[in-house]
């Protein structure tokens, strides 16, 4: 007899309507938002923004490469479904609203997942109420940046997609252990696979739910295998589960591992940016509480706590457990303790992540949903008041956000309580400044340089429309952003960065202010130093070399005569004490051949007098050891200038025995101005630490230019491949070019 299912009565779809309707409210207000937002993406939304308008390109071009390779090849192609998976992207607007709205749909459908359509209206309503809780967390609502309120994502970051996508993964597993599915465990382990195709952390949200689940489903096999229809059963499921967990994982992580996504070179650079990130991102414990708050809210809390206590209420008074049940429930909560101690332990270990709290959001949500199927447990099982407790702290967040979202800008104390930044339109008019600023640059038709501290909102706001702008419309000329912070070299100012700049971007600091920071002698921190630079700025007129082409939410100087501007920046310099990172740094930049000859006396020489064209000079270039890292110093002349010295730099190559690039640095030679006659040579450096990959065995250098149709320089002698463009200096020898 063929089974038919039972009709589902009408009123208990109620609470089901109510969320449907909810998840239509939000996705109207969200994309109100979003399309009212003139700010470009900027960060990693730029690049997932890149990485579609790359990948649609290609293939309107016919080039079918491989999605995991197009540029930006660090960020994999499941971000492509957020940033343009309708086709070439004709704007942000809509990238920004899926960032946002998906991720809420996501946590919707994971939840009914995790405990499929209850046929009851208590359970119906328990489920819906912890849907629209879920759904309302804090962590889902950063729209733009607010002044004044801690954020941990915003619009066109994929954090929240990866969270959203590994709770859709930890609901199919969870079904599929309740009910014995392998297709639901097939879910599963594809959805788990796909976060590795939108971050690399998804690789450890599929070590915990496979491990969780082989461990689960073994000690259920376990627990009746002397039940041998039972046993049979479950010993099916386990080994039909593990091929498919196998099978599926293998091939994510293969094709992963084969293309450019996970290639040694990218896991070089996060290991030389995790030494930085573990002390620019330092937080205290005492910081933790606020970073948490602007995820999860209190209210979570509340209903987390409700619920293990009705838990185990139920399990030691009321005997509301059987003995099979008290197993599969203590197996979710116990799941759900360790996927957030692992992600705590991620966080702030592994990433070293600090106030970047987003790195917890995935193991958060899949810590809440295995709490879902043991909640509805003992809702269906309490008393109606304890019932109506729990829908009361479902209920109210929703109906908090609900009326945080219908406004354009709420207050900010609103806000900052809630954990959440709605507002939008604070910084529009930093966009019209940085606007106005690119019609001029425009007009010149040449790329301009534009050095920025980027510490405050105004500044990162500003920069990012050019790097927007570069692009959307890279034939088009725009202003290149540098500043001071460098995830391989470390967080400072680089004053040889300031000084070849066209332009200065920062926020003037107020009199008060300027006067209490100037007196500061001693500069012993990375914010020290970028507010003794604003104050010094911020004290500039036109008799100092600079002239000041915009000031509104940010200032914007133009040097004017480099001369001077650089003698007034070396004055200030000198009249303080700095950290010896800074000093390590900013060595003076102009020397004498009598001053190299002298400091290079006991250093390894391994290049002299080699000639890129007819332009630039490498008088002498030296390795020496720095600790566990060998510097590399060197020191320049521009023969004469041409019409292209603009965007010319010195690169780096570090390469293995065939010649593959495993690391790569560069040095702009822009802004060649020396002093006086005697002071011709230029220095400079850069470091390299050998122990970060044993196959790298030669150092390749060359003259390059932004504009690659520009090309190369030759080299006129030593060891050259790339056709004399590239010089090649082994790493163990004493003198390789004479």
Request: hydrophobic share 50%; proline share 4%.
């Amino acid at each position: 007899m063929k089974y038919k299912p039972q009709a589902i009565p009408l009123r208990t779809l109620a609470p089901h309507l109510l969320v449907l309707f909810w998840l239509i409210f939000t996705g109207f207000i969200i994309w109100f938002h979003a399309g009212n937002s003139i700010q470009p993406p900027f960060f990693d939304g730029l690049d997932y923004f890149k990485k579609g308008l790359n990948f649609w390109q290609g293939i309107m071009h016919g080039n079918w490469v491989n999605p995991f390779n197009i540029a930006p090849p660090a960020r994999p192609p499941g971000t492509i479904l957020l940033s343009a998976p309708f086709g070439y992207p004709v704007g942000f607007h809509s990238f920004y609203f899926r960032s946002v709205f998906f991720p809420i749909v996501c946590i919707v459908a994971s939840v009914y997942i995790s405990v499929g359509l209850p046929q009851s209206l208590v359970a119906g309503w328990c489920v819906a109420t912890i849907a629209l809780l879920f759904s309302s967390l804090p962590m889902f609502y950063h729209f733009e940046w607010v002044a004044g309120v801690e954020s941990s994502v915003c619009f066109g970051l994929v954090d929240n997609f990866l969270a959203g996508t590994a709770a859709l993964a930890t609901a199919a597993f969870i079904r599929s252990l309740t009910t014995g599915s392998v297709r639901w465990l097939f879910a599963g382990a594809l959805a788990a696979s796909f976060t590795l195709l939108i971050k690399p952390s998804g690789g450890a949200v599929m070590a915990l739910l496979g491990g969780a689940w082989a461990v689960f489903a073994s000690l259920k096999w376990l627990s009746v295998r002397h039940n041998q229809e039972a046993s049979r059963g479950l010993r099916r499921y386990l080994i039909l589960g593990l091929m498919v967990l196998f099978a599926i994982y293998v091939v994510t992580f293969t094709v992963c591992l084969q293309s450019q996504y996970l290639s040694s070179e990218h896991f070089l650079y996060a290991r030389q940016a995790l030494v930085i990130m573990t002390d620019v991102l330092a937080i205290s414990f005492g910081q933790i509480p606020l970073l948490l708050h602007i995820i999860m809210g209190e209210a979570i809390l509340f209903w987390i706590a409700g619920v293990i206590i009705l838990f185990f209420y139920l399990c030691y008074h009321f005997r509301g457990l059987n003995n099979r049940t008290f197993f599969e429930m203590s197996g979710f909560l116990i799941s759900a303790f360790i996927f957030w101690s692992a992600g705590i332990f991620y966080w702030l270990v592994v990433q070293a992540g600090g106030n970047q709290v987003r790195y917890f959001h995935p193991f958060f949500l899949m810590g809440l949903i295995c709490l879902v199927p043991l909640a509805v447990h003992v809702w269906i099982r309490s008393s109606k008041w304890v019932n109506l407790a729990l829908a009361l702290v479902c209920i109210l967040p929703a109906s908090n956000m609900a009326l945080l979202l219908v406004q354009k800008n709420p207050s900010v104390c609103w806000q900052r309580t809630t954990g959440v930044s709605v507002s939008i339109g604070m910084h529009d008019a930093v966009v019209n400044q940085a606007y106005d600023f690119l019609r001029v640059v425009r007009q010149i038709k040449s790329n301009i340089r534009v050095y920025s501290f980027m510490t405050g909102f105004p500044e990162l706001v500003f920069g990012d429309v050019g790097k927007y702008e570069g692009v959307i419309n890279p034939k088009a000329s725009t202003f290149d952003l540098r500043g001071p912070h460098d995830w391989v070299r470390g967080f400072m100012v680089r004053i040889e960065d300031l000084l070849s700049s066209d332009y200065i971007c920062f926020e003037p600091l107020k009199d008060n202010d300027i006067q209490t920071v100037m007196g500061f002698d001693r500069v012993q921190s990375f914010e020290d130093e970028n507010r003794v630079f604003h104050a010094w700025l911020s004290t500039l007129t036109v008799k100092d070399g600079i002239e000041i082409v915009s000031d509104g939410p940010v200032r914007l100087l133009e040097i004017t005569n480099l001369c001077i501007f650089e003698q007034l920046t070396e004055q200030f310099i000198s009249s303080r004490t700095w950290r010896p990172e800074f000093k390590e740094a900013n060595p003076h930049r102009w020397w004498s051949d009598s001053e190299v000859s002298s400091y290079i006396f006991n250093n390894k020489l391994v290049a002299h007098e080699i000639e890129f064209g007819d332009l630039y000079r490498l008088h002498v270039m030296t390795l020496s050891p720095l600790g566990g890292k060998i510097k590399i110093e060197f020191w320049w002349e521009a023969l004469r200038d041409d019409d292209k010295s603009w965007g010319r730099g010195m690169f780096f190559h570090f390469i293995d025995s065939d010649a593959k690039i495993r690391s790569q640095q560069s040095v702009s030679l822009d802004g060649y101005n020396p002093p006086s006659q005697e002071y011709r040579w230029r220095y400079g450096a850069v470091e390299f630490d050998p122990s970060i990959d044993a196959e790298i065995s030669a150092l390749a250098f060359g003259v390059w230019h932004l504009d690659h149709k520009v090309g190369l320089l030759t080299a006129d002698k030593g060891v050259r491949d790339w056709n004399d463009f590239r010089v090649v200096i082994p790493l163990n020898v004493e003198k390789s070019v004479k």
